[in-house]
Each structure stands twice: as C-alpha cells, then as structure tokens.
C-alpha cells in the first residue's frame, strides 16, 4: 500500500537515496583518508602528504554536509507529502460513506486513523529512508572498505558481524511482544484515571473511592511489572554490542600485532580497519534499537489499509430504476420493509408499510429504543433495507444516488449537530447560497431572529465547537432552520422538538406548518401533543407498528397509544376533576 | 465554517495551568531552550530527587556502576593506544613485538571490557526498575489525591488536562529519570574524563578540539531559536486540522444528508495543503542541528588529524597517542549531542514535574468528620439550616433554610442556573458550605465522615457516567464492596433485580452478550436512554434511605418513565427523595414542589397550591415551560 503512494515521490525518493549515498560515501571516505595519513604522512614524516589528504577530508566533510542538506531536503517533502495523500484520501473515503459500511467504526478510532495513525506512518517512511537505509549502505560500505584496505582482517569482521547482528534482532525481538504489554497496561490505567476525572461524582456518591484505588493500584502494578520485564531485555542490547566491538578490536590489535612482525600490514591500514568496524558496529545497535518501529508501524498501517481498503456497500442499482414508471407520483413508499442492524441483528422489524405524500403531514410515536429513527435512517438510505422496498417519488431509492435522495427529503436529525463557525455559515450548510434576508426568515420562524438581532454581531454570532454557547433548546430551533431554508419535497422531524418548552414548540410548528403546506411532513416525536394535530398517527413499539390513525382514533383503540397519554396527560385530567 | 482555532479560553483560577498539548516534542524543545522558563527548577529538582530517598542504595549503587562504567571506556582508547605504539615501534624499527607487554595491556582491555559491560547492564537495570516503582508511587499518589480532590478543583480544569498530567506530564518525568538520568550522568562523566585525558596527551590539540564546544552549542541554541515559530505553526496548524476532521466526523449525519461532502473536501483539501507545507518545513528545520553539529564535528576532526599528523612528526606525540586522541575526538560527539539534548529534556521533565506536583498540592478543603452512620436506622430528616455557600466568592446561597420530612418527595423546579444541581451537590457534600448548617437527622452532616454520609444518599445525575466495562459490572457498582474485593462480589440476582426496577432489564437482555456486554468508553455503544436506565439501575441495587435524582429521566420516553416511577414508588414509600426535573409528568406527583430562583427557595408547595397562589410556578406552568 505505502509503495503506492510513494510512488508519485519516486523522483524524489530516489533524489533522497542518491544524496544518502553521498553522504554516506563521504562520511566513510574520512577515516580512509586517516589511514593514508598515517601510512604516507606520518610514517613517512611527510607534511605535504598530510595537508594533501588533509583537503581531502575537509572536501569529504564539506560534501558530507551538502549531501546530507538535499536528501534531508527531499525527505521532508517525501514524508509530508505521503502523510498529506494518505490524509487526504482516509479523509474523503471516510466522509464518503454511508452508515452502513461505517458499521462499527467509532469517530474517535476514525480520528486517530485520520490524524495519529497517519503521522506514525509518516515516522516509519522517514526512519526507513533517513535511518534503516543509511545505516545499512554504511555497515556494507565500512566492511567493502575494510576488504580493500585488507582481506585477512575484513574477513574477521565480516565473521563476527553477522553473530552481532543475530544477537542484537533476537533480543529485539523477544523483547517486542512485552513492549505491547506495556502498552496494553498503560492504555488501561490511563483510561481508569480518565473515566475518575469523569465520573467523580459517581465515584465519591458510591463511595468507591477506596475501590477506585485498590483497581488502580492493580493497573499500575502491571504497567510498572511489564515495563520492567521489557527493559531489562532491552538493556542488554546495547552494552552487549559494545562489549562484541571492544573483543573485535582486540583481535584485530592481535592479528595486526602478528602480521606487523612479518610486516604485512601497515599501522595506519590497522588504525583504520578499527575504525571500521566501530563504525560498523555502532550501526548495528542503532539498527536494533530502530527496528522496534516496525511492528508498532504496522498496527497503523493495518489500520489505514482497513480503511482504504472497505468498499463502499451500497451501491446505485440503475436496473432498479426501470421498474416502476410512475416517475411522477410524489410520495415516498416503505412496502414490507424489514430490518436489522449488523452484525447481530439487534433492533429487528419486520413488514413496514406506510406512506408519505406531499401536502400530508404523518407523525411517528413511540418509546426509547422503539425503531422510529431507524426508519428514517432507511429513508436516508444510511442502511438498506433487508426485506421489501422503499420507494421515492415513484423510483425504488437503490436506483437513486445519495445526492438525489438527499434532494428530495430534508433530514432534521435528532442529536443536533453544529458547525463551529457563525450562525450564518451554519445555515448556509442547508442552502448555499442563501441571502441574509432567507436566513433572518428561517430564524423567525424558529422564534430564534430576536435573539440574534439583539446579540451584537447578528448573523456573524459565533457558535462555539459542540455549541457550549447555546442552549439544547436553540441548538435544536437552529438545526430545524438549518433544513428549513432547504428545498426538497419532504421533511423528516427526527425528535427535534424534545428540548423546546411547549409554547415555542406551538410556534415553531406552526411555522413550520405554514411555509411548508404543499410538502411532505414526517414528525417523530416522543410527546403527544407534537403529533396530535397530523393527519396520520404511526405508533411504534418494540420494532412494529401497533397502531395507526388520527389523535382521536388511536386514543380510542390502541393501547400502547393510551399508555403514552396516560403518562403525560395524568396531570390535565386530574385538574379536570 | 472552517474558522481560526478558538484562542479566547479563559485561564482559570486553581485549575490547572494550561498545558500546551500537541506542540510535539521539538517544539517543546524549543520553547524550553529559547525562552529561559521562570519556574522554580531548583526547588523541583530537589522535591523530586525526595522521591528517590526510598530507593537511595539503588541509585547510589546505580551512581558508582555508571562511574565505572565510564570510567572504565575512557581508558580503553587509552590501553588501545599503547597496544598500537607497541606495534608501530615493532614496524618502524623492525624487531620483534614485545609480547609480554602486549598480554598485560590485552589482560587489562579485558578485564575493562568485563567491567564495562556488566557495570552499564546493572546499573541500567537498576535504574529502570527504580525508576518504575518511583513512577508508580507516582502514579498511585495522583490517582489517591484526585480522589480527594474536591469538586471545586474539577470544575475549573479541563478533564484533557488532568489526564495529561498523567499520560504525558508523568511520563515525561519518567523518560528523563530512566534514560536521561543514566545519559546525562555517562555524558558529564565521559566528557570531563575525555577532556582530562585529551588535555594529558596534548594540551593545544586538547585546546582545538574543545573549541568546538561552546561553537556548536550557540549554532544549536540560534537554530532552535530560528524554529520556534516553525515549530509553533505547525503544532497550530496539526491541532486545527484534527480540530476539523473531529468536527465533520461528529456532524457526519448533517455532512451525508446535506449533502456537505463535496465542500468540505474541497475545504479540508486546502487545510491538508497548509499542513503538508507546515509540516516539511517543521522537520527539515529540526533536523538542521544534525548537519550543523556534524559540520563542526567533523571539521575538528580533520583539524587534528593535520595537527596532529604534524605533531607526530616533530616527535611531540607517539603515533598511538594520536590514534587515541582520534578515538576521543569521535568519543566527544555521542554524549556532547547527548548533553544538548539532554538539557531540554530535563528542563521540559521539570516543568511536567512542576504541574503534577502543583496538582498534589492542590488544597481539600472538605474536613472529613469521624461519624459513622447506620443506614437501617437513618430516617431520612434533612434540614438546611441557613445555608450560604457559592462556587466562587460571589454566593449563589444566601441564608437558605428547608425542612424535608422522613420519606417525603420533593420535586425541584427552576430555570437553568436556578440552584437545583447545587442543592443536591451540597447534600452529598460534594462542596464545602460558607456558612450554616446541613443536617441529616439530627446531626450536622460535617459531623459524619464524607464516606459514612454518602451511604445513605444513592443519585443519578443527569450526567450519564458509566465505565468502560459489562453491563453487570456497571449496575453492581452501585453495591457495596468490601475491601480489596472487586464487583463480581455482587450477586447476578440483585443486580437483575436492579435492572428490572428501572425497567433496564429488556433492552439488556435484547442485547446479544446480556448482562456481560462490554460498554465501551463513554458507553457510545447503547443509546443515551438506555444510558439513564442503567444509571437507574445502578442507585437502585445501593437502596438507600434518601434518593437523588437529577434530571435522571430526561432522556427516557414518558411512557418507560412512569412504569420507572411506579416502580420506585413501591420500594420506595419510606425513602425521602428529591426529583429535580423539567417535565411536568415528572413532578407533578411530588408531596411538595420547591421553586428555586437564582439560588433561592422561592415557592414550596404541591402542584395544585402553587398553581393557586399564581406565582412562579403558575407563570412557568402557563408558559409552557413545565
């Protein structure tokens, strides 16, 4: 996956690996030079020959840097670049979907996917390119130096490097999994404290204070065990190397001891193969210590590719669209609709069957839980339906595109959601291109223009992230503007009126009533006197509908509709009496 | 819509300073190194070096291995370079190499390579393992003192905030102690012993090579100073960006049905532009000190290699004093880059260490009774004596006075802000009162100890706070524990007999794990009615002699509410209770309602008389707001 979007920076990448090259050419290049001052300057008092290799060096040191400045130059575009594609795409494919194919994906994990997981990806790009790449072009460089400068001893540390280097990724590895336990416990004391911070109340009024610590206590015993266990794995790697290196190099001192008396090798060629192989040396560990960022990349990577990767599941069936002909009938038509969420099943109904039509107002009534949003959700097509159909002016709403149905039915949905930004722009999210004059139409009929034509910046009010700033009540009248300004053939009230006292309520719908007379209305609604005045009354329990007629009709007939009244009108009636 | 992150929060009082979160670890850095910070580092070095007093034969043990360990790799590059004097004499003069001095240097090497190996494993063992339990006490004190912390300190933090100071104040300090307690001590010591043997080897070629100290430690200071605002912008662009896709992920039903999609990508394609400029920018400019330190690194080592090269010519150095001198040149880069980095972690780990010891000292001013309280004889009395008390020093009670009788039900009405919350955050004792008394029975309630008088209320806020956990975990947290026992004490009968009272039991048991289904965090996973319910659940396995419930229904259909209070009712005819509520079927049942108004009692009576007396109530009542 991640080669894909590094292609588009090929140029760059290999801009990046070409001035590494250099730059690590250069940086070996130095202590070859050394072994030349030793053996033709030093040894042979031969200043010319120093100051020579010496210009040398300072050239190396001069390229060294330049090289090092381009390829960090490309490698910042290349790491901000991917991190921007894979934003940008994770993004869009999110915002795309429907709820359906979002299924369980919560919005904190589709956050932290978007945002951390993303910038994980872009450490792993930018380690492997600046670190694991010139680490290893540097291990292979010091030892093909090595072999030029002498066979015999680059044969030594050709032998040995590979032991440390199987040492160094065994003990990396056995020391990886724990670090996943250090990770699962610390995640886990982090969230006790959290929900502490959150639930004080509850804690101090259950008195679970003494609980609450003995469970902390557990959690931060575990963390403080795993951490233990995994660093003390750990520690070893790098002492231990050092150790290696240290052996190494006396070897080499004994080798080039026994070779300087048949006078085989020269003292600068053994200063230098030393320096070789701590360099070689040194490279590994970092090496190791690196490598641990693979398997923690890989979490995220897994995590973006589930993303990427998940199909959109609703697809526009277009077959479908021949079926039916009545193009211009306006209605919208549920016929033995039947339903489930995924993937348990949960929330079951079966055989739904009603009616919309334009200039009709209908009202859905029923407990928490009952199914009455999840029909709209179907509407929506946030969901397919499992069994039966729902129709849309005339046309099966598979056949439709999301943009279509959304043109025709105007969702108001039941958690109000604002934009942070002004109350002008939060309208404007229903019709783009509305004038001040159809904003301040809309927040009259909410009841809400007064409020804004008192408050000093007007539209330009500013509503806070989460709209801290306003209460459930104008949060809820602003949403309702929100879809009034839009234009469609029906209306879909999703419980938006629970937080208005009674007499806005009365004013609101009114309002509501008057502009949108030729429209479809659908009212969902928990209190009776919301859904009384509707031409037709849907009661919803338990995922069916049990009961459907006017206000009076069901007040006769259906008993769940007659427990509902009971429960909120006891109070009239006894004032009656 | 896309707008300017909010700068404009205030700073609020005995809260927690504001913690700059995001700003990642370089611009961290920076801030620290470029602006010299005005805490109080001393006194915090020395109040967490306290910290260490438990585990002193660790550290000091730690302290000699680290000394020996460096002690120990300063003299290597020296015995290596007599090694290769010897060897050099044996090449330039043509004899036989001096075995026996070979094998006593060699025998010496090895016994330094054992040394250093196994002083630098141990004493970084030790101090991992001190290091992990220092945190954890850590870690268990911040935790025990939120605990005790009172309301009035959460009030004025953000819960980010608090939790920070855990996840990245607290292991921050723990990074430095661990890692950065060993380096630093590795660097100062290897770098003084360097130095020192630089300087007995040669003394002007010691002098070239420390110039580059104080050089590279400018060129680094001025960069870092150069990228702070680098730094700044990208963490202010970074935290905008996640700010957004929060937003649009959180309206994404607006976004689908409004059909926002296309705009919004069109928007958020030119936020992600800004980030992808700010961000390149931001890391090429930290990696800049990396070039500019191995520049003058690099550029020293070529300078005594001429030097020195010369040096050895004229006879004032031996070829294998020069080798050595090399290898502690190359010596000094590790722990001089170490040193630098070190500097800001510690300045950072000490301004963390600052805020969480401002966070354990932060005041209690509840004083905690010793009375105890048994909760079968408690009748319920409760009388609010006088009562002034307010969050800040303004007062929002003044001179409150109420009597509830045992097994009474009081219903509290009042617009936002009236005082309702307050009156239940008081009987609880979650707030200390100025002046006055609350007594329960017959004694002032101060007189009880905190957890004694909690026994005897059970609540359920509006605020819908249930625990990443079961179900059944959830509803038994309202049941006592005994000490060090967890909640599957509480038995699966009581807690079912719970969940049926609140009418929770059938949308649990719909559900396809039941009572063990897992609630994830903030309980996303069921619907915020079923939430209440389980609140509900949860105050009813505590059976209480006095009830709060506060707003507890809000949430939930008329319908389910009433068979809720039907059902309480019946177990709860000699409970006295208080029902703060909006909703007139919620109330209206109420033996008194209490009408409060900017924290005053302002009408007390049952529905009927209060509609009589054409006050408050009535106004409320015919403005539909009841």
Known sequence: ?577 | MIQEPDRTKEKKEEGLPGISRGAGGAGRVAGFLASGSAIDNKGTLLRLLKYIRPFKWFFITAIVLTLLASGAQIFIPRMIGNIINIITSTFQKNITLDWLTFRNSAIILIVLFIVQFLSTYFSNVLLVKMTQKLIRSMRNQMQEKLIRLTLKYFDRSSTGDMVSLLTNDLDNVANTLQTGLTSSLTAVVILIGVVIMMFSIHDVLALLAMVVIPISYLLVKYLVKKAKPIFQRNAKFTGHFSGQVEEIYNGEDIVKHYNLGDDLKAEMSVLNEGLYESEWKSSLVSFLTRPAGDLILNANYVLVAILGGYYVISGALTLGSFQAFIQYTQMLRAPFNQVLGILNTIMSALASAERIFSFLDAKETIQAGTGEIDISKTLGRIEFEQVDFGYTDELLFKNVNLKVNPGEQLAIVGTTGAGKTTLVNLLMRFYEINDGKIILDDRDTKQYHTDELRKAYAMVLQDTWLFSGTIRDNIAYGAAVSDGKDLSEVSLEDIKAAAELARADSFIERLPAGYDTVLTEGAANISQGERQLLTIARAMIKKAPIIILDEATSSVDTRTELFIQNAMQELTSNTTSFVIAHRLSTIHDADRIIVMDQGAIVEIGTHAELIGKGGRYAEMYTAGQL
């Open chain 1, 1 to 577: 996956m991640l080669l894909k979007y590094a292609k588009k920076y090929s140029k760059w990448i290999i801009g990046q690996l070409f001035f590494a090259t250099v730059w690590v050419a250069s940086q070996l290049a130095i202590p070859r030079l050394m072994v030349d001052i030793i053996d033709y300057g030093i040894l042979f008092r031969n200043m010319n020959q120093i100051m020579n290799r010496g210009l040398l060096m300072l050239l190396a040191t001069g390229v060294n840097i330049i090289s090092l400045l381009i390829s960090l130059f490309f490698l910042t575009r290349v790491t901000a670049g991917i991190s921007r594609d894979l934003r940008g795409d994770l993004f869009e494919k999110i915002i795309d979907w429907s709820k359906e194919t979002r299924g369980s994906f919560s919005n904190s994990t589709l956050i932290t996917r978007t945002v951390n997981d993303v910038k994980q990806v872009s450490i792993l790009i930018d380690m492997s390119l600046r670190k694991i790449y010139t680490l290893s072009i540097t291990v292979i460089g010091a030892i093909i130096i090595s072999f030029l400068i002498d066979v015999k001893m680059a044969a030594i540390i050709l032998v040995i490097i590979p032991v440390i280097f199987f040492l160094a990724v065994k003990l990396t590895t056995k020391a990886l999994p724990k670090y996943s336990r250090i990770r699962k416990a610390i995640d886990q004391m982090n969230q006790r404290f959290r929900e502490n911070v959150t639930g004080i109340r509850v804690v101090k009024a259950f008195n679970k204070s003494d609980y609450e610590t003995n469970m902390f206590r557990k959690a931060t015993k575990e963390a403080c065990e795993a951490n233990v266990e995994a660093e003390s794995t750990m520690m070893l790697l790098s002492p231990l190397i050092l150790f290696f290196t240290n052996i190494l190099i006396l070897i080499m001192l004994y080798a080039g001891g026994v070779r300087a008396e048949s006078a085989t090798i020269t003292i600068g060629a053994l200063v230098g193969l030393i320096e070789y192989a701590i360099m070689a040396l040194n490279n590994i560990q970092q090496f190791a210590a690196i490598i641990t960022i693979f398997p923690r990349s890989k979490v995220s990577i897994d995590r973006i590719r589930e993303v990427l990767t998940k199909e959109e599941v609703l697809q526009i069936k277009e077959a479908l669209s021949a079926l039916t002909e009545k193009s211009t009938e306006k209605a919208i038509r549920f016929e033995n609709v039947g339903f489930c969420y995924p993937p348990s099943c949960m929330g079951l109904f079966e055989n739904i069957n009603f009616e919309l039509n334009k200039g009709e107002i209908k009202a859905m009534i029923g407990s928490t839980g009952s199914g009455k949003s999840t029909i709209v959700r179907l509407m929506m097509r946030d969901y397919d339906v499992r069994q039966g159909q729902i129709n849309c002016n005339g046309q099966n709403i598979k056949s439709l595109s999301n943009e279509k149905i959304n043109q025709i039915i105007t969702h108001i949905p039941q958690t109000t959601f604002l934009f942070s930004g002004t109350i002008r722009e939060n309208i404007q999210t229903g019709k783009k291109d509305a004038t001040d004059d159809e904003i301040w139409a809309v927040l009259d009929m909410i009841q809400m223009g007064d409020f804004f034509r008192q408050a000093e910046e007007g539209l330009d009010f500013h509503i806070a992230q989460n709209a801290v700033n306003l209460s459930g009540g104008q949060k809820q009248r602003i949403s309702i503007a929100r879809g009034l300004i839009r234009e469609s053939d029906f209306y879909v009230f999703d419980d938006c009126f629970s937080a208005l006292d009674y007499s806005t309520e009365q004013k609101v719908r009114r309002a509501i009533k008057e502009k949108l007379f030729d429209k479809g209305i659908l009212v969902i609604a928990q209190r009776v006197a919301t859904v009384r005045d509707a031409d037709e009354i849907l009661v919803i329990d338990n995922g069916s509908i049990v009961g459907r007629g006017s206000h009076q009709e069901l007040e006769r007939i259906c008993k769940v509709y007659q427990e509902i009244i009971t429960s909120q009108k006891s109070l009239n009636e006894r004032e009656a009496k």
